[in-house]
């Protein structure tokens, strides 16, 4: 046997060998593929062609319809601009259409759609558009009417918008036609999917400092972006219609035949297609378990830290009735991780820290998971133990005691493994999950730290498995109900019996950002979300700042390295102050659907309410803000070589060179407490909820505590420092334009009247200084402008990402 008859048994493709004047052999054209594929493809190496024969159109012209599915085979290592390898884009519906000598490439439009009788389906797709992205030459068309094109024109256009993604940190990025081509070498075709991948360049002469500092040309951009056709899924599966309290991702349908009075909307929770062999028996084994392969790129340890923390999911499957139906194995070395066949957790590298994240590939009619794929992303392990070892130092590192900051990064991996996941099954956040327990890996967990006297214990860090309400969603999404019930009504009964058990679920539309209302809906918190939790956290804070030094670097590292290391254990409580925040002015409220159990909304009592702020006043205190003179000046260490964008923005700004300025450190700190009490959107429910309820705090109420127990105390230079970015916040929230006007008015009073306090106060210089200052709306402008840097930058949060 030949190579090329072993390449063809082995891809189920027609490779053609062609002459030097550009002939086809018109024998091996005739030839058909050894095995069945999805469609016959032929593969003209020299020209670049991609020959895919089409089945005869049907009465409307359609030869065809396929999920059309991309990735990114190699991506750009950027934060900020997210093109990551093994990224997927959109899912589409694609249509073959044959246009007299064309044949057109559509992306079919279901979200809108009527399952009445024929004309009422024609007649809601016809009333959408429909995309029309490729018109492909008919290269032949056989005796029996099936149509032969040549793909590859198609193949090489942006269709997973890289230049917008490109455009949205510089600009004038376009894709360059003739700087990109299919690969014909990367063609393989199988019975239910065809793979091929084509090299996209994109080019612009002002590239900007981000892809610029990463490509070798920032000027021109290449990407291999590979493509996915694929049999539409066979019928049997059963879609399961979304739950506001299922914890699960949808995909919403328009269908204009529902009965009148019925919402025309329809959610589909997204999930595998998974099947008992024995339909009847209360546990069973299936016909194809749902199997994710990590990336063989990983690196040990990791790669088996994640095949540990992945594998946990079978857990929840098997509590739901399936036997071994979920598995974690490494990606086999002959596998490709963006061919559509293979669950993928993809390990990538950027230049500097950011998000990881789960999905794939869905079927848009039903929300049918064809590939689950996740991205995650390496430098967020080596941020964790930059964190760790700011805590507990760097002694223990590799040796697996219960302070061994490595032991604990690789416990974390576990979990974010599991988590993204978790999002490729279908499964959303759920940030309440934290303050039941450690319920959930869907939430973003912070690590749970004790304290034994005066040390640091790591032990108990993360979770080591499932929780609660990950189970409860597996058996919601996934479980199948006794034979003869309603898998609906089934599926609704799970999720009333979970509310009334007290389960807990909110998630990102109501707590990723801040300024929001539910407490106990947060991230990177542990525990109840309450103001002791706060308060262990600045406990935690103190004793890991009153042991900062040199012992949290390994010997031989530059001393300037502390500056980073310092900024996470510093700003170590920015998250459980936003977590108390969402307290003040705060509704308790559920996702609650008519007639079930959930209580109905209540506000935060006034009790709840003072107790959160008495203790975020706390973290304005000069005991909390003040940096040690001592600490000050080690971290004044001179540092040279190349900029690491790793370093530089995990630092704060210095007094010149590399002197440490420990009143940008109080700054800074106060910030982040003045954001989170000064939100518009907080003020304006302290104004409603003060005037629905006189007993509860209003926004003068936390003027007045601010003014009186901050602003008033300003006899040294870290208090002044504290007291004038509290002046300036309330000023800023003022004059921001998501604040109410009556809000305005009561913080411009507030304002007025200290303006007029300093002014008289004759003895004081920074008093006077201070009334001059409000008392003038340009120096006001200036300092309140961070585009001066009159404001000193808060570094980027989220510890674990960012």
Same mark, same amino acid.
Do not use: C
């Given at each position: 046997m030949t190579t090329i008859d072993r390449l063809r048994r082995a891809l189920g493709v027609s490779l053609l060998v062609t002459a030097g004047t550009g002939a086809v052999d018109a024998a091996a054209q005739q030839r058909a593929p050894v095995a069945p594929t999805l469609l016959?493809?032929?593969?003209?190496?020299?020209?670049?062609?991609?020959?895919?024969?089409?089945?005869?159109?049907?009465?409307?012209?359609?030869?065809?319809?396929?999920?059309?599915?991309?990735?990114?085979? @190699?991506?750009?290592?950027?934060?900020?601009?997210?093109?990551?390898?093994?990224?997927?884009?959109?899912?589409?519906?694609?249509?073959?259409?044959?246009?007299?000598?064309?044949?057109?490439?559509?992306?079919?439009?279901?979200?809108?759609?009527?399952?009445?009788?024929?004309?009422?389906?024609?007649?809601?797709?016809?009333?959408?558009?429909?995309?029309?992205?490729a018109m492909l030459d008919v290269a032949s068309t056989a005796a029996d009417g099936a149509v032969t094109i040549d793909l590859a024109p198609f193949l090489v256009r942006d269709t997973m918008r890289l230049a917008d993604r490109l455009n949205?940190?510089?600009?004038?990025?376009?894709?360059?036609?003739?700087?990109?081509?299919?690969?014909?070498?990367?063609?393989?075709?199988?019975?239910?999917?065809?793979?091929?991948?084509?090299?996209?360049?994109?080019?612009?002469?002002?590239?900007?400092?981000e892809v610029d500092t990463i490509a070798p040309d920032g000027r021109q951009v290449s990407f291999t972006v590979h493509h996915s056709l694929v049999r539409l899924p066979a019928p049997g599966f059963v879609p399961r219609k979304f739950d506001i309290r299922s914890g699960t991702f949808a995909t919403p349908v328009y269908e204009f035949n529902t009965p009148l009075g019925a919402p025309v909307l329809q959610q589909y929770a997204n999930h595998f297609r998974i099947e008992k062999l024995d339909p009847g028996a209360a546990r069973s084994r299936v016909r194809k378990p749902i199997v994710?392969?990590?990336?063989?790129?990983?690196?040990?340890?990791?790669?088996?830290?994640?095949?540990?923390?992945?594998?946990?999911?079978? &857990?929840a499957f098997d509590a739901a009735g399936y036997i071994d139906a979920f598995q974690a194995r490494v990606l086999p070395a002959d596998a490709d991780p963006q061919d559509v066949r293979y669950n993928v957790v993809n390990w990538n590298e950027r230049q500097t820290r950011s998000w990881s994240y789960g999905g794939?590939?869905?079927?848009?009619?039903?929300?049918?998971?064809?590939?689950?794929?996740?991205?995650?992303?390496?430098?967020?392990?080596?941020?964790?133990?930059?964190?760790?070892?700011?805590?507990?130092?760097?002694?223990?590192?590799?040796?697996?005691?219960?302070?061994?900051?490595?032991?604990?990064?690789?416990?974390?991996?576990?979990?974010?493994?599991?988590?993204?996941?978790?999002?490729?099954?279908?499964?959303?956040?759920?940030?309440?999950?934290? @303050?039941?327990?450690?319920?959930?890996?869907?939430?973003?967990?912070?690590?749970?730290?004790?304290?034994?006297?005066?040390?640091?214990?790591?032990?108990?860090?993360?979770? @080591?498995?499932?929780? @609660?309400?990950?189970?409860?969603?597996?058996?919601?999404?996934?479980?199948?109900?006794?034979?003869?019930?309603?898998?609906?009504?089934?599926?609704?009964?799970?999720?009333?019996?979970?509310?009334?058990a007290g389960m807990r679920y909110l998630t990102d539309i109501d707590g990723r950002d801040a300024s929001l209302a539910v407490p106990g809906d947060s991230m990177w918190t542990e525990g109840d979300d309450k103001p002791a939790d706060l308060a262990h956290v600045m406990a935690v804070r103190r004793v890991a700042l009153a042991r900062f030094g040199p012992g949290v670097l390994h010997a031989g590292a530059p001393l300037a390295d502390l500056?980073?290391?310092?900024?996470?254990?510093w700003l170590f409580h920015r998250y459980a102050v936003a977590a108390i925040g969402k307290t003040l002015g705060g509704v308790h409220y559920s996702y609650a659907t008519v007639g079930d159990s959930a209580p109905p909304p209540t506000r935060a009592s006034a009790a709840e309410q003072t107790e959160a702020l008495d203790a975020l006043l706390a973290t304005l205190s000069p005991a909390a803000l003040t940096v040690p003179p001592a600490l000050a000046l080690t971290l004044s260490a001179g540092i040279n070589g190349n900029a690491d964008p790793q370093f530089d923005t995990e630092v704060l700004d210095t007094a010149g060179g590399a002197v440490f300025d420990p009143l940008v450190a109080t700054d800074v700190a106060a910030q982040v407490t003045l954001e989170t009490l000064l939100a518009p959107s907080r003020l304006t429910?302290?104004?409603?909820?003060?005037?629905?309820?006189?007993?509860?705090?209003?926004?003068e109420t936390l003027v007045d505590r601010l003014v009186r127990e901050v602003v008033m105390r300003h006899d040294a230079?870290?208090? &002044?420092?504290?007291?004038?970015?509290?002046?300036?916040?309330?000023?800023?929230?003022?004059?921001?334009?998501?604040?109410g006007p009556d809000v305005a008015l009561r913080l411009d009073a507030a304002l007025d009247g200290l303006r007029e306090r300093f002014a008289r106060d004759n003895g004081d210089a920074w008093a006077r200084g201070v009334a001059r200052l409000l008392g003038d709306s340009a120096s006001l402008d200036r300092a309140l402008a961070p585009a001066k840097r009159a404001v000193p930058a808060i570094p980027p949060g989220m510890p674990i990402g960012g």
């Amino acid at each position: 046997m030949t190579t090329i008859d072993r390449l063809r048994r082995a891809l189920g493709v027609s490779l053609l060998v062609t002459a030097g004047t550009g002939a086809v052999d018109a024998a091996a054209q005739q030839r058909a593929p050894v095995a069945p594929t999805l469609l016959p493809v032929t593969v003209e190496r020299e020209s670049g062609k991609v020959l895919v024969t089409l089945p005869r159109p049907d009465a409307d012209g359609v030869s065809g319809r396929f999920l059309y599915a991309t990735a990114l085979k @190699t991506g750009l290592g950027s934060a900020p601009i997210r093109i990551d390898r093994g990224m997927v884009g959109e899912t589409q519906l694609l249509a073959f259409r044959r246009l007299g000598k064309k044949v057109a490439v559509v992306f079919e439009n279901p979200r809108y759609r009527s399952s009445g009788d024929a004309l009422a389906r024609r007649g809601a797709s016809a009333d959408f558009p429909f995309s029309t992205v490729a018109m492909l030459d008919v290269a032949s068309t056989a005796a029996d009417g099936a149509v032969t094109i040549d793909l590859a024109p198609f193949l090489v256009r942006d269709t997973m918008r890289l230049a917008d993604r490109l455009n949205a940190e510089a600009k004038g990025f376009k894709l360059i036609d003739a700087l990109s081509a299919v690969d014909p070498g990367s063609v393989k075709a199988f019975p239910d999917n065809i793979e091929v991948e084509a090299v996209q360049t994109y080019g612009s002469d002002t590239p900007g400092k981000e892809v610029d500092t990463i490509a070798p040309d920032g000027r021109q951009v290449s990407f291999t972006v590979h493509h996915s056709l694929v049999r539409l899924p066979a019928p049997g599966f059963v879609p399961r219609k979304f739950d506001i309290r299922s914890g699960t991702f949808a995909t919403p349908v328009y269908e204009f035949n529902t009965p009148l009075g019925a919402p025309v909307l329809q959610q589909y929770a997204n999930h595998f297609r998974i099947e008992k062999l024995d339909p009847g028996a209360a546990r069973s084994r299936v016909r194809k378990p749902i199997v994710f392969y990590i990336d063989n790129k990983a690196p040990e340890p990791i790669r088996t830290a994640l095949i540990e923390g992945v594998a946990w999911w079978n &857990q929840a499957f098997d509590a739901a009735g399936y036997i071994d139906a979920f598995q974690a194995r490494v990606l086999p070395a002959d596998a490709d991780p963006q061919d559509v066949r293979y669950n993928v957790v993809n390990w990538n590298e950027r230049q500097t820290r950011s998000w990881s994240y789960g999905g794939g590939v869905t079927d848009p009619r039903t929300g049918e998971i064809i590939k689950g794929n996740v991205v995650l992303e390496g430098l967020r392990l080596r941020q964790d133990i930059v964190i760790f070892e700011a805590l507990v130092g760097t002694a223990d590192e590799n040796k697996g005691t219960a302070n061994d900051p490595v032991r604990v990064a690789l416990a974390r991996i576990r979990q974010l493994g599991a988590h993204e996941v978790g999002h490729a099954l279908g499964f959303s956040h759920n940030f309440a999950a934290s @303050t039941q327990g450690r319920a959930s890996v869907m939430d973003y967990p912070f690590a749970k730290i004790a304290l034994n006297g005066e040390m640091i214990d790591l032990s108990d860090a993360y979770a @080591t498995g499932i929780g @609660t309400w990950d189970k409860f969603t597996v058996d919601w999404l996934y479980g199948q109900p006794a034979a003869g019930t309603d898998p609906e009504v089934a599926a609704a009964a799970k999720a009333d019996a979970a509310q009334r058990a007290g389960m807990r679920y909110l998630t990102d539309i109501d707590g990723r950002d801040a300024s929001l209302a539910v407490p106990g809906d947060s991230m990177w918190t542990e525990g109840d979300d309450k103001p002791a939790d706060l308060a262990h956290v600045m406990a935690v804070r103190r004793v890991a700042l009153a042991r900062f030094g040199p012992g949290v670097l390994h010997a031989g590292a530059p001393l300037a390295d502390l500056r980073r290391s310092f900024v996470p254990v510093w700003l170590f409580h920015r998250y459980a102050v936003a977590a108390i925040g969402k307290t003040l002015g705060g509704v308790h409220y559920s996702y609650a659907t008519v007639g079930d159990s959930a209580p109905p909304p209540t506000r935060a009592s006034a009790a709840e309410q003072t107790e959160a702020l008495d203790a975020l006043l706390a973290t304005l205190s000069p005991a909390a803000l003040t940096v040690p003179p001592a600490l000050a000046l080690t971290l004044s260490a001179g540092i040279n070589g190349n900029a690491d964008p790793q370093f530089d923005t995990e630092v704060l700004d210095t007094a010149g060179g590399a002197v440490f300025d420990p009143l940008v450190a109080t700054d800074v700190a106060a910030q982040v407490t003045l954001e989170t009490l000064l939100a518009p959107s907080r003020l304006t429910r302290l104004h409603l909820q003060h005037a629905a309820d006189a007993a509860l705090p209003g926004v003068e109420t936390l003027v007045d505590r601010l003014v009186r127990e901050v602003v008033m105390r300003h006899d040294a230079a870290v208090t &002044q420092r504290i007291a004038l970015r509290t002046v300036l916040a309330i000023a800023a929230a003022a004059r921001a334009p998501a604040t109410g006007p009556d809000v305005a008015l009561r913080l411009d009073a507030a304002l007025d009247g200290l303006r007029e306090r300093f002014a008289r106060d004759n003895g004081d210089a920074w008093a006077r200084g201070v009334a001059r200052l409000l008392g003038d709306s340009a120096s006001l402008d200036r300092a309140l402008a961070p585009a001066k840097r009159a404001v000193p930058a808060i570094p980027p949060g989220m510890p674990i990402g960012g």
